[in-house]
């Protein structure tokens, strides 16, 4: 696999849960560094959810390894971001057996 095609500029965040004032928690997510991605895009589909649509692109992203435990290593419940854009991680995994590069499975989320 070439670096050259990692081109994507995505910031890896990871959920936090915080009081908000009333007794319950909210969701922030806290950055933990930027990671350049290669992106392939899967088939998609739209779906209604409530009375406007959604479509879910799943995507396939590429990312250099980092070593277990690491803040810098996607795990799955992370998420990506791309300017505006949000890549929910599902699942990650070794690219291939050399282990210098992991795969995760992503959901982008658009409301049409």
């Not at 890896?12 to 992106?39: C, F, H, M, S």
């Not at 739209?46 to 799943?58: I, K, Y």
């Not at 799955?76 to 992991?102: E, K, P």
Request: net charge positive; glycine share 8%.
């Amino acid at each position: 696999m070439k670096r050259s095609n990692f081109r994507w500029p995505l910031v890896l965040e990871a959920p936090v849960e915080v009081a908000d004032g009333a007794g319950g928690v909210r969701r922030n997510w806290i950055a933990q560094g930027t990671l350049y991605a290669k992106l392939e895009a899967l088939t998609g589909r739209e779906a209604l959810s409530g009375e406007s649509g959604v479509s879910r692109q799943p995507w396939k992203i590429t990312v250099p390894a980092a070593p277990r435990g690491a803040a810098s290593r996607p795990t799955a419940r992370q998420r990506f971001r791309h300017d505006a854009r949000i890549f929910m991680i599902a699942s990650v995994a070794d690219a291939d057996s050399t282990g210098r590069f992991l795969t995760c499975r992503a959901t982008e989320e658009t409301t049409v």
